[in-house]
T-cell receptor, first 113, second 115 residues
Framework: GENVEQHPSTLSVQEGDSAVIKCTYS??????FPWYKQELGKGPQLIID?????GEKKDQRIAVTLNKTAKHFSLHITETQPEDSAVYFC????????????FGRGTSLIVHP | NAGVTQTPKFQVLKTGQSMTLQCAQD?????MSWYRQDPGMGLRLIHY???????DQGEVPNGYNVSRSTTEDFPLRLLSAAPSQTSVYFC??????????????FGEGSRLTVL
């Protein structure tokens, strides 16, 4: 089955710095790559996603980049703010395959004011 | 819009007791699933369903049962609770095998403690 590795497990930055979280996957058939944000005491919520026909997608301060050849994708958060502090999960899915997403183990991002 | 609703939010059980975690969604999603979240382990899939009457096992199914009699509801049953089942449980739903397949919608979670 699919194997998703997510790094780092914890990330501590100063407000205003950039944060980068990286995920690697094993199944070359995977073609949908979402990122979820989980705030304390809540369920995960989709913040950005990318499909395999594009290499980069941006939404204000967040962006996702995809390298299908190397089988990795990354979440980039610029100008971090304290409200960005949360656990972030990457996921991988193969539309046309099982359609069941596989999650990374999560990254705890702490933004210090 | 209610989205995905889970009940109860908190529950304490004694070893050997049984209980059911309820999950309901109002988005007409075909796919529904249960995850457990433990520190350092991420989200692990317990059971999932791709439609009424269809269920399948995920990564960690032992000790849990599910059924899907309607599109809206997907209850998770613990038949004989064990301390190892202490966790936070999330129900999630999405479209399945359509052009809208992708985003998972999660409930707020159910925190279960087994003594």
């Amino acid at each position: 089955g699919e194997n998703v590795e997510q790094h780092p497990s914890t990330l501590s930055v100063q407000e205003g710095d950039s944060a980068v979280i990286k995920c690697t996957y094993s199944d070359s058939a995977s073609n949908y790559f979402p990122w979820y944000k989980q705030e304390l005491g809540k369920g995960p919520q989709l913040i950005i996603d990318i499909r395999s026909n594009v290499g980069e997608k941006k939404d204000q301060r967040i962006a996702v980049t995809l390298n299908k050849t190397a089988k990795h994708f990354s979440l980039h958060i610029t100008e971090t703010q304290p409200e960005d502090s949360a656990v972030y999960f990457c996921a991988v899915m193969a539309s046309g395959g099982s359609y069941i997403p596989t999650f990374g183990r999560g990254t705890s991002l702490i933004v210090h004011p | 819009n209610a989205g995905v609703t889970q009940t109860p939010k908190f529950q304490v059980l004694k070893t050997g007791q049984s209980m059911t975690l309820q999950c309901a969604q109002d988005m007409n999603h075909e796919y529904m699933s249960w995850y457990r979240q433990d520190p350092g382990m991420g989200l692990r899939l317990i059971h999932y369903s791709v439609g009424a009457g269809i269920t399948d096992q995920g990564e960690v199914p032992n000790g849990y049962n599910v059924s899907r009699s309607t599109t809206e509801d997907f209850p998770l049953r613990l038949l004989s609770a064990a301390p190892s089942q202490t966790s936070v449980y999330f129900c999630a739903s999405s479209y399945y095998r359509s052009e809208n397949t992708g985003e998972l919608f999660f409930g707020e979670g159910s925190r279960l403690t087994v003594l």
